[in-house]
């Protein structure tokens, strides 16, 4: 079984900048691609990026230039840091790890961190 553990997320003034942190730890046989989603109030689960265990990145719609996801293998941990924040990247943000063993995928979810950014 995989846990992950997402952590960083609170309250920060528009303009400001947070770092999240997303761990996956337990019986790990190979994660590849980490990333995280967000869901605003109201809204659908967006895409805001993935990493892969290469190094290969990708950012959801709108997502790329005020994001920055990274990753460290040796902790199978991720990092999204954010910068010039705004309101409407209130949200709760979720990670996932997909694990790979043979002959099947499995994608494991956080319970999400929650960011508010006070209008």
């Known amino acids: 079984q995989v846990q992950v553990v997402e952590s960083g997320g609170g309250s920060v003034q528009a303009g400001g900048s947070l770092r999240l942190t997303c761990a996956a730890s337990g019986s790990i046989f190979s994660i590849n691609v980490m990333g995280w989603y967000r869901q605003a109030p109201g809204k659908q689960r967006e895409l805001v990026a993935y990493v892969t265990s290469g190094g290969i990145t990708n950012y959801g719609d709108n997502m790329e230039g005020r994001f920055t996801i990274s990753r460290d293998n040796a902790k199978n941990t991720i990092y999204l840091h954010v910068d010039s924040l705004k309101p409407e990247d209130t949200a709760v943000y979720y990670c996932?790890?997909?694990?790979?063993?043979?002959?099947?995928?499995?994608?494991?979810w956080g319970r999400g961190t929650q960011v508010t950014v006070p209008s």
């Open positions: 996932y790890a997909d694990e790979v063993r043979v002959g099947s995928v499995h994608a494991y």
